[in-house]
């Protein structure tokens, strides 16, 4: 009888060694894979646009057991394009099963100001995808430029041409002012740059009509001699001008915008040909 308790007693010491060595080979099983996004941050935040200036945005994403990371930045703001996918620039990882990602874009005045939302997704070894987003703010600063507005006088013409010496010629042209002066426009005050407003296709135009101002006409003949002032004359509402004078001599006639408080000068020339 204890010859067989001791039989047992052995067979359940050798049973227990034998659990004991299979443990370790359970604790040697391969980790979990799962790819997961532990984190993004986007810099800076809030994003500030003055003027001109060409600001970087960089997105940097923490991830774990992640082989290829996809980012993707859309505005939610007015104005500009839907998206800027695919964003110039290119992620970047470290080493290491935890690895940081990088990508950056560049965003200028002509981007829309708002809410940003960057959209990642993280693709695994074995596959698998993780999908997360943050947002970001981007604030446009309009500058403005306080200083007169560009006119210009559009359509000058000096008619008939060549004429008969002694005729009348009519001048004639239109008085403008810049409502969109290259990236700036008008609002009524001063010169603000950036928007969409000077586009062909909204309620902003290019330039305006300029009335009730002063036009001064010159005449310089075509042999020798110096500017010679003839008259002024007054622009409609709407910024025509319009007048007659005899010509006498073949030469080149000027009307000129001296400008005033607000607006920059301007003049233009037309030659004509006195004939017999």
Same mark, same amino acid.
């Given at each position: 009888?204890?010859?067989?308790?001791?039989?047992?007693?052995?067979?359940?010491?050798?049973?227990?060694?034998?659990?004991?060595?299979?443990?370790?080979?359970?604790?040697?099983?391969?980790?979990?894979?799962?790819?997961?996004?532990?984190?993004?941050?986007?810099?800076p935040?809030?994003?500030?646009?003055?003027?001109?200036?060409?600001?970087?945005?960089?997105?940097?994403?923490?991830?774990?057991?992640?082989?290829?990371?996809?980012?993707?930045?859309?505005?939610?703001?007015?104005g500009?394009?839907?998206?800027?996918?695919?964003?110039?620039?290119a992620?970047?990882?470290?080493?290491?099963?935890?690895?940081?990602?990088?990508?950056?874009?560049?965003?200028?005045?002509?981007?829309?100001?708002?809410?940003?939302?960057?959209?990642?997704e993280?693709? /695994?070894?074995?596959?698998?995808?993780?999908? +997360?987003?943050? $947002?970001?703010?981007? &604030? #446009?600063v309009q500058?403005?430029? @306080? =200083?007169?507005?560009?006119?210009?006088?559009?359509?000058?013409?000096?008619?008939?041409?060549p004429?008969?010496?002694?005729?009348?010629?009519?001048?004639?042209?239109?008085?403008?002012?810049?409502?969109?002066?290259?990236?700036?426009?008008?609002?009524?005050?001063?010169?603000?740059?950036?928007?969409?407003r000077?586009?062909?296709?909204?309620?902003?135009?290019?330039?305006?009509?300029?009335?009730?101002?002063?036009?001064?006409?010159?005449?310089h003949?075509?042999?020798?001699?110096?500017?010679?002032?003839?008259?002024?004359i007054?622009?409609?509402?709407? /910024?025509?001008?319009?007048?007659?004078?005899? +010509?006498?001599? $073949?030469?080149?006639? &000027? #009307?000129?915008?001296?400008?005033? @408080? =607000?607006?920059?000068?301007?003049?233009?020339?037309?030659?004509?040909?006195?004939v017999?």
């Amino acid at each position: 009888m204890m010859k067989r308790i001791a039989t047992a007693l052995v067979a359940a010491t050798m049973g227990a060694s034998a659990l004991g060595v299979v443990a370790p080979a359970l604790a040697d099983t391969a980790p979990d894979t799962a790819v997961s996004i532990e984190s993004i941050k986007v810099t800076p935040d809030p994003v500030v646009i003055r003027g001109s200036d060409h600001v970087a945005v960089t997105a940097t994403v923490e991830t774990v057991g992640a082989e290829d990371v996809k980012f993707d930045f859309e505005p939610t703001g007015q104005g500009g394009q839907p998206d800027c996918n695919p964003c110039p620039g290119a992620a970047k990882a470290s080493s290491g099963e935890s690895k940081t990602w990088g990508k950056t874009i560049v965003l200028d005045r002509h981007d829309p100001a708002g809410k940003w939302i960057v959209y990642v997704e993280a693709t /695994g070894q074995d596959g698998k995808v993780a999908r +997360a987003k943050s $947002s970001f703010y981007v &604030k #446009v600063v309009q500058d403005r430029h @306080r =200083g007169p507005r560009a006119t210009r006088i559009a359509g000058f013409d000096a008619s008939p041409e060549p004429v008969k010496k002694g005729r009348k010629l009519s001048l004639s042209g239109k008085l403008e002012t810049a409502r969109c002066y290259g990236d700036w426009w008008w609002d009524g005050d001063a010169y603000v740059v950036g928007g969409n407003r000077c586009h062909d296709d909204s309620r902003w135009h290019s330039w305006r009509q300029l009335g009730w101002q002063k036009i001064k006409v010159y005449f310089h003949r075509a042999h020798g001699g110096k500017w010679e002032y003839v008259d002024t004359i007054e622009t409609n509402p709407d /910024g025509t001008f319009y007048t007659k004078i005899p +010509a006498y001599w $073949s030469g080149t006639w &000027k #009307v000129v915008f001296e400008g005033s @408080r =607000g607006l920059y000068g301007s003049s233009a020339t037309d030659y004509v040909k006195v004939v017999r």
